[in-house]
């Protein structure tokens, strides 16, 4: 079969293996009906384990009662996580595997599959061994069971990933800048754990960045425009194989992820406090040069004042492209 239009479309297009097995297109399917639950699995040199998640994943999901199926991709692993993948596609039948002919990062294979998703829920997780996947149809019964929930989130009681002396205090940094600009409390920013229901994310999917901040970027869409979240605490377990997580690079780009999302969906509340005390510090500024010298302010003082004015301007004028989009 050739490559599928899910993958023609996507506008990095990550290519696929030849002879790999198209993605559906988005509620097409002419052998069976759509299933109720899409499952996207990232795979990246998790030939020692993966099947094993497989597994537990398959298995849950068989007790559960609901129809699913699981997108296992492959992202150009260098070991061989696709043979292994190859063999459980045999043995779980709800089980498809996508393979990729370059590393496109977990955002770009989550993204894709989010996209290509026939279920009307979607589940992210991770093929580490980290997350209780036999959990999963726990959250995808809450979202059946409460309408007014569009996302629930596994939030990590306990941080056992690498560089733990370094990433707890990164993360509470992060997740408080991200709180305080959402201005709502966030559990867990970054969990790899969660299910959302699609037709909720699609207009937010194109947002998704190649890395891992793209767990962050799908909890601040949805809570930037009054999607409901619900966060269920779950036991994170210490991975199993290599990390893929670098703790100076991607923690820079979850920062940014973070502004960016806030810039995107309310710039005001990122800018404005920024631009007003600017302002209120060059008058009080200004009057205190005009009481010394009466006939001159000082140059920083001016130059104080118009950064303040400027910076509200590009609030102002943000916040009106934001509103004036159809999105």
């Known amino acids: 079969m050739g490559v599928g239009k899910a993958m023609l479309a996507d506008p990095e297009r990550t290519a696929l293996l ?20 899409t499952i996207v699995l990232p795979c990246y040199n998790e030939e020692a384990h993966v099947k094993l998640e497989i597994a537990r994943i398959c298995d849950a999901m068989d007790a559960s009662g609901y129809s699913y199926e699981v997108l296992a991709v492959d992202d150009a692993s260098t070991d061989s996580t696709l043979g292994v993948l190859r063999e459980a596609e045999l043995s779980y039948p709800n089980v498809r595997v996508v393979p990729f002919l370059r590393n496109g990062g977990a955002g770009t294979v989550r993204r894709i599959g989010s996209q290509a998703a026939r279920g009307d829920i979607v589940v992210w997780t991770d093929a580490d061994m980290t997350y209780p996947n036999e959990r999963i149809p726990e959250l995808v019964r809450m979202l059946d069971d409460n309408p007014a929930i569009d996302q629930v989130v596994g939030a990590r009681t306990s941080e056992e990933g690498t560089y733990k002396l370094l990433r707890v205090p990164a993360k509470w940094f ?7 600009l959402i201005d709502q409390r966030i559990p867990d920013l970054n969990s790899g754990l969660r299910a959302f229901r699609r037709e909720v994310a699609q207009p937010y ?26 966060y269920l605490p779950i036991e994170y377990s210490r991975r199993s194989g290599n990390s893929k997580f670098r703790f100076v690079a991607d923690g820079y780009r979850y920062i940014l992820q973070v502004l960016r999302m806030v810039m995107y969906f309310n710039p005001i509340k990122a800018l404005m406090p920024l631009a007003l005390w600017l302002l209120a510090i060059g008058v ?38 934001v509103r004036s989009r159809p999105d």
Do not use: Y
Not at 174 to 180: D, F, L, Q, T
Not at 209 to 230: E, K, M, R, Y
Not at 285 to 291: F, Q, T
Not at 302 to 308: A, E, N, P, R, S
């Open 284 to 321: 009080v500024k200004g009057v205190v040069d005009i009481a010394v010298h009466p006939v001159r302010l000082a140059t920083n003082t001016v130059l104080i004042f118009l950064t303040g004015l400027i910076i509200g301007s590009m609030a102002l004028l943000a916040d009106l492209i």
């Open 174 to 180: 992060i997740r408080k800048v991200a709180e305080w």
């Open 18 to 37: 030849p002879g790999a097995p198209a993605l559906p297109p988005l509620g097409e399917n002419a052998d069976a009906p759509p299933p109720r639950v």
């Open 205 to 230: 999917l194109r947002l998704l960045p190649a890395g891992f901040s793209c767990v962050t970027t799908i909890t601040l869409a949805f809570l930037s425009n009054q999607h409901d979240i619900f």
